[in-house]
């Protein structure tokens, strides 16, 4: 867990399902390695939405990785964050969508180094899950100034997030 060392308020949610999550992800090959076709999901993601950033994120126990990308620094990016950086380990522990119009309005949020770092302001993830319903990352979006997602970001972002969430599936059944 991470706290504000001034509030004592709760910046990294809690992860209990982190070992779990980790051995799942490694079964199916993934968090570790850049997927052409994540790539290319967050590729879309970002044209869709009209944002910079884009990515699937899949999260182990003690760190994030984007196995699909899409950022201005293009597809040499770093590809790996601390878990408690971001917004996605939210989405993980709550088990569902975020939407942040912008971040700044959150104090969770806003003293995230993301926001300063990559010029953060608007967020918008939904979770990505296997079998058995349990949650390995997020489908999600980033914009440098604020907005409003609104239902059609939302459904988007969870469309999404139902893709790649079916394409986990097949995995787990040993289909193509």
Same mark, same amino acid.
């Given at each position: 867990?991470?706290? &504000?060392?001034?509030?004592?308020?709760?910046?990294?949610?809690?992860?209990?399902?982190?070992?779990?999550?980790?051995?799942?992800?490694?079964?199916?090959?993934?968090?570790?390695?850049?997927?052409?076709?994540? &790539?290319?999901? @967050?590729? *879309?993601?970002?044209?869709? =939405? /009209? #944002?910079?950033? !884009? @990515?699937? %994120?899949?999260?182990?126990?003690?760190?994030?990785?984007? !196995?699909?990308?899409? #950022?201005?620094? /293009?597809? %040499?990016?770093?590809?790996?964050? !601390?878990?408690?950086?971001?917004?996605?380990?939210?989405?993980? =522990?709550? *088990?569902?969508?975020?939407?942040?119009?912008?971040?700044?309005?959150?104090?969770?949020?806003?003293? %995230?180094?993301? $926001?300063?770092?990559?010029?953060?302001?608007?967020?918008?993830?939904?979770?990505?899950? @296997?079998?058995?319903?349990?949650?390995?990352? #997020?489908?999600? @979006?980033?914009?440098?100034?604020?907005? *409003?997602?609104?239902?059609?970001?939302?459904?988007?972002?969870?469309?999404?997030? =139902?893709? $790649?969430? !079916?394409?986990?599936?097949?995995?787990? &059944?040993?289909?193509?």
């Amino acid at each position: 867990m991470t706290y &504000d060392p001034i509030g004592r308020m709760l910046i990294t949610p809690e992860d209990r399902e982190g070992p779990e999550r980790a051995r799942r992800l490694r079964g199916l090959g993934l968090g570790d390695r850049p997927e052409p076709a994540f &790539d290319a999901l @967050a590729g *879309r993601l970002a044209r869709l =939405a /009209g #944002t910079p950033y !884009a @990515a699937v %994120n899949f999260l182990g126990e003690e760190g994030q990785f984007f !196995a699909g990308l899409y #950022t201005p620094a /293009g597809p %040499n990016a770093v590809r790996g964050l !601390a878990r408690s950086l971001g917004f996605c380990p939210h989405v993980v =522990a709550r *088990r569902k969508a975020l939407v942040l119009e912008d971040v700044r309005d959150f104090p969770r949020f806003a003293a %995230n180094r993301l $926001v300063d770092e990559a010029g953060i302001r608007s967020y918008l993830g939904a979770p990505v899950t @296997a079998g058995g319903g349990m949650v390995l990352g #997020t489908v999600c @979006a980033g914009d440098t100034e604020p907005r *409003r997602w609104g239902r059609a970001g939302l459904d988007m972002v969870k469309s999404l997030a =139902a893709e $790649v969430t !079916a394409d986990l599936h097949r995995r787990e &059944d040993g289909l193509p």
